[in-house]
């Protein structure tokens, strides 16, 4: 079945650590993102990519990286840097088409840094 | 930049019909999308409008005004299972850069 699929589910980190959030895509999709979002609050973007080696910085990108090697993966990196990186944390995919969209999402990860 | 505003929280007792609005700012704009997202879960698509008027899809329609630019999501016959978070989103000049809105808390009650 096709998907996209985020990795783990619930992550626990010591503060001053740097952690990976795994996504992948079998959707054949261009388009990746990386969303954020904390209790009761919306979708903020923290990056984006719309082809293979190439991405752009969201509304929120500082304390994180991204990397696009492959087109079925989109990892994000939670850097030291990032002041309050407890969060819920949302991978998301879509096809090429500007005027699509619809895009399809990870079940998400659960981020706890201590 | 591009603004996505909507109502924190909307509360309807079950088989009332509810309107979530959302008012957006927002450059190049494309269409409006909304998401349904429950307490936990991944978002899922709900409708896309490009064009000005009333889109249907079972219980739940949308609407777009581009001259206002505004919109609505529409939920019928509510269903306790209707409980969740909805938001709104635009493509700001049609490119791949996904924007959600702030997002409204539905609650039905019995």
């Known amino acids: 079945d096709g998907g996209i699929t985020q990795s783990p589910k619930y992550l626990f980190r010591k503060e001053g650590q740097n952690v990976t959030l795994s996504c992948e895509q079998n959707l054949n999709h261009d388009a990746m993102y990386w969303y954020r979002q904390d209790p009761g609050q919306g979708l903020r973007l923290i990056y984006y990519s719309q082809i293979v080696n190439d991405f752009q910085k969201g509304d929120i990108a500082e304390g994180y990286s991204v990397s696009r090697e492959k087109k079925e993966s989109f990892p994000l990196t939670v850097t030291s840097a990032q002041k309050n990186p407890t969060a819920f944390y949302l991978c998301a995919s879509s096809p090429d088409g500007r005027e699509n969209t619809e895009a399809f999402f990870g079940q998400g990860t659960r981020l706890t840094v201590v | 930049g591009q603004s996505l505003e909507q109502p924190s929280e909307v509360t309807a007792v079950e088989g009332a019909i509810v309107q979530i609005n959302c008012t957006y700012q927002?450059?190049?704009?494309?269409?409006l999308s909304w998401y349904q997202q429950h307490d936990g879960g991944a978002p899922t698509f709900l409708s896309y409008?490009?064009?000005?008027g009333l889109e249907e899809t079972g219980r739940f329609s949308s609407f777009l005004s581009r001259s206002d630019s505004y919109g609505y999501l529409l939920l019928q016959e509510l269903q306790m299972k209707d409980s969740a978070s909805y938001f709104c989103a635009v493509r700001p000049g049609g490119g791949n850069k996904l924007t959600f809105g702030t997002g409204t808390q539905l609650k039905v009650e019995l």
């Open positions: 409008n490009a064009l000005d």
């Open positions: 927002t450059s190049g704009f494309y269409g």
